[in-house]
Structure formats: structure tokens, C-alpha cells
């Protein structure tokens, strides 16, 4: 079984649900016969993840989470980062420094690390642009990314991109989302996630953070038999996010199975109450989705 829940399903400035990151969980029975999951996928840490986390490890079915009445950062053995965004990354720093200095092995001295996982267009540029102002020093000498975390770096192979599994079977492949577009597309890099099911042959489709790119990814988004969808609220010229406006536009088939995220605090004023009916409704958080059962 593959679960997924969303730490928070809110736009980058949004304050009343969080932003949007992701627990993904692989069981080999399931919540209702297990503790914790056997494998664990963080998928982005924004500012306000770890606020979101300490909410999360108090609710039924995820006290793995809990470390006496602190968050048990070393269960989050997998990290995977779309785009550097402080609502994607911010919370990084504090998780790195739990783990290196409240985590301490008592045998080894060593902190604990976990696995940071993205395209090499994010994690050479992770270090030097975010992160390594506020974790650029450890007693006694400079520090890098390593010191912190074991790296993997996925790369592009013609067109197509590496991927990462959890428990074997549950594939995750990467692909370009036109997020920010510089000089031409996909220039400024952020990731999206196609899971997939090896054993059914099953996918989930999870946009990441883009612009309205439908074409790009329609073939996968019928394939999927869910769909997370980041969207935009309001109308902006040359957004970053989708407009609501332009998803309506998506075939009736693809929409119906398409659950819409990253979206503001408005969500629930009146306007769009017309999501549940056209769309399979705003994704809520801190609710476990079932993706593979």
C-alpha cells in the first residue's frame, strides 16, 4: 500500500493551511495492521512544514512521528525537493540541525542523516543559493551538503529522467514543470513526480509547482488513475501556477480525478464552489489519500 498525505495544502503565502508538502507512506500491510510504515518519502520541507509536522505527529496514525514531545525527524528518511522555493525548503535547516545535534548517536557522536533526493540542476544550486548561509559551519570547520544528508542525484537521460523507488515496486519519476520560465522553458529547474505501481501498473500524476502545461502532460495525467494538481485562485498576468480558469479547461474525465492543491486562503469564500462538482474537490490536509492499496 502507498499512502499520501499533504503536511499542509496552501499556496506559498498562505497562513491558514500550511504549504503544500507531502508525506508519502509504503506499507506492506497497511495503517490499520502497522505502527509506521515500512518506507517514508518527504516530499518538500517549506517553512512552515515543521509547524505542520508537529501538528501532524499528534493525530491518530501517525505517532511514529513523536519523539517524546518533539518531532521524530530521523523517521523522515527520505527527502525529495522539487524546486528551492523557501515554501519547499525552508524547513530544511531546522531538520538538518535536529538531526545533527538533538539526534546524536551515543555510540558514534554522529547526527543522524537522512537521504536528499532531486535533479542535479537543484542540488548543485541547493547548497550555495539556500542553504548554506544558516548550516555553512559546524564546530570547528566549514560544512557542506554531505554533512548533513547522503545525496542522490537523478539526471536526464534523452528526455527521460532517472527515478527512485520506495519498497521496490512504488516507482517515482521525475519531470521538468515549467515553474519559472527565464529565457526559455524549463530553464529554471523544478520537478514533478509520476508514480507508479510496477505490480498493477498503476499511476498517480503529481504536478509539482507549474504553469498551466497541459499539453505537456496530458499523457500522463489520463493515464493516472489520481491527479494532484497545484492551482492559483486569482488572476495575475504571466502567472506561476495555474489559473482555475485554465484547469476548467482540461477534459471532464481528467478533471473529475484531479485533486486541486496549493491554493489560498479564499479557497472556501464562495466563489469555487463549483470545485467538488467539475474538479474531485481541493485536496485537504493532513488526510491520508490512498494512491495504491
Known sequence: MLTLT????????AKRNHQSNLLIEAWEQGPDHQAQPDDLLLVDLG???PQALYQLKDRPGFHYLRHGSQINYPMLRRIFITHQHADHIGGLEELALCNMYLFTDPQTGKGFKPQIISALPVLVNLWDDSLKGGMGAVPGRPALLQDYFFIMALKSHRQRYDHFNLLKHYRFEIFPTDHILIERKYDWPSYGLYITD?????????????????PAY??????AKICFHDVQLFDQPEPVHPLISELRTMPAEVKKKTLLYHYGDDWDSGPFDYVPHEFAGF??????YVLFS
Open 6 to 13: 499533504f503536511l499542509g495544502v496552501g499556496s506559498a503565502f
Open 47 to 49: 517553512g512552515l512544514g
Open 198 to 214: 510496477t505490480r498493477s501498473n498503476q499511476s498517480v500524476f503529481f504536478s509539482g509547482d507549474t504553469k498551466f502545461d497541459y
Open 218 to 223: 496530458a499523457t500522463m495525467m489520463q493515464a
Open 283 to 288: 485536496a485537504q490536509p493532513q488526510q491520508r
